[in-house]
């Protein structure tokens, strides 16, 4: 009996391994059906950290899982320690020849280097220490609030200079206003970097003033610390592909603006008013979240190590309907198989919950921004990128809108692009 067992059991591994290599097999000839079809329709199989597989018409290159060739106009810095000691890596091109890298041992400050005409410039001190925000705060006399600029330094620098929040050499003088960034400053536009290291730098400047920078993270600085480029402006991928280190690799925490980043919070209370990139759901709602038991949901899940954290399906971090992602204060989602438009009840017990007035959000565009729900929702998410900039301003517990002139309007009710 017991060789008949054995020999069942032989048997049994022999078909397993069969069906195991048939399927390999099978895999492997539909990869590489793909990839030759990708000659003629220019479309091969990317990854979600920027590898490719296939023929790109963008780039006119075969690749077997690696990093396209962009050009890269301008990139950096990405800034790590060794030995104690900054680093500071940019990436330019010539025409002569492409895409150039360059690392340059620095003191105690970087030289930021935007990617426009003027190969604009400006200073950043570094610092050593990122410790977490708080999350409540008392209303200020001034608080100015943009949400999803993605990049776009120069619609930040024109909003923020033409609002008094800082000079024409990118200097803090907002005195002690606070400035709160409602998420996405990054993917999509050129300038991702630029725009985090003047972030960066204001932080530091606005509290020796007495005032204060707020970054929230979005859905969208979520895909970059995880290293996903769904997203990104297409210079990135050639940033990964002429440093050799993939975009999880440049966005970890062992470079400072990864580690910077990952000390932020996800929502906040400054006086009457919660600021949070989408919103609270019902989902979330139901977990009778605080603020700080969001906060360290984020500061533990945002680990790039902590691989069970990041894939978690019931983290809020990763949820269709978690803070990050949640569009039910703006628009009905059905469609897609998520929660239709919030009613008046959900947005009084989300007010109830969290003991605010009212709620600012950004993630889903609207065509200026505005209040809905009564004014218990203000909608911050403007087409930054289609020369239509505009922030929040709390001025003396008063809301308005003002634009990249300067020019301040009431606000008004809301309407989605």
């Known amino acids: 009996m017991s060789n008949g067992r054995n020999c069942l059991f032989s048997k049994g591994l022999l078909v397993l391994k069969k069906l195991s290599l048939f399927i390999i097999s099978f895999c492997l000839i539909l990869l590489l059906t793909a990839a030759a079809a ?123 200079i033409a609002n008094g929040v800082i000079d024409k050499k990118f200097n803090w003088c907002f005195g002690s206003g606070q400035l709160v960034l409602i998420g996405d400053m990054v993917d999509r536009g050129r300038n991702v970097v630029p725009l985090l290291w003047l972030i960066y730098k204001l932080e530091a400047q606005a509290q020796q003033a007495g005032g204060m920078v707020h970054y929230l993270i979005g859905n969208h600085e ?75 949901e984020a500061a533990n899940h945002l680990l790039l190590g902590n691989i069970n954290q990041r894939t978690n399906v019931n983290s809020f971090l990763n949820h269709p309907e978690g803070p990050l992602f949640y569009r039910g204060f703006a628009k009905d989602m059905t469609e897609h198989q998520l929660s239709a438009k919030a009613d008046l009840a959900h947005i009084n017990n989300v007010l109830t919950h969290f003991n605010v007035s009212q709620i600012a959000i950004g993630h889903s565009l609207t065509k200026h921004i505005g209040y809905d729900y009564g004014g218990k929702v203000l909608r911050v998410d403007v087409a930054h990128s289609q020369g239509n900039s505009e922030a929040l301003l709390l001025e003396y517990g008063e809301f308005s809108v003002v634009d990249a002139n300067g020019l301040q309007q009431p606000l008004r009710q809301t309407n989605n692009l």
């Open 222 to 296: 979520r895909y970059l610390l995880d290293g996903r480029v769904k997203s990104a402006h297409d210079k990135y991928i050639g940033t990964a592909r002429t440093t050799k280190l993939s975009p999880a690799k440049l966005w970890s925490e062992q470079f400072v603006l990864g580690q910077w980043l990952r000390s932020k919070p996800v929502v906040i209370k400054i006086g009457e008013t919660l600021f949070v990139h989408g919103g609270i759901s019902p989902q979330t709602l139901v977990k009778a979240p605080t603020l700080q038991s969001i906060d360290k």
């Open 38 to 160: 990708s000659r003629i329709t220019g479309k091969g199989i990317g990854t979600p950290g920027g590898e490719y597989l296939g023929y790109s018409y963008l780039s006119d290159e075969w690749h077997f899982f690696e990093y396209r060739h962009f050009p890269v106009t301008q990139d950096g810095p990405y800034v790590h320690w060794q030995h104690g000691k900054p680093i500071a890596t940019y990436v330019n091109y010539s025409e002569v020849n492409g895409n150039q890298l360059t690392n340059l041992h620095v003191n105690s400050t970087v030289e930021v280097i935007v990617d426009d005409d003027a190969k604009t410039t400006f200073a950043v001190p570094l610092r050593l220490d990122y410790p977490r925000s708080r999350l409540e705060f008392s209303a200020p006399e001034k608080l100015l609030a943009i949400s999803d600029l993605e990049g776009n330094f120069a619609a930040a620098a024109q909003l923020l």
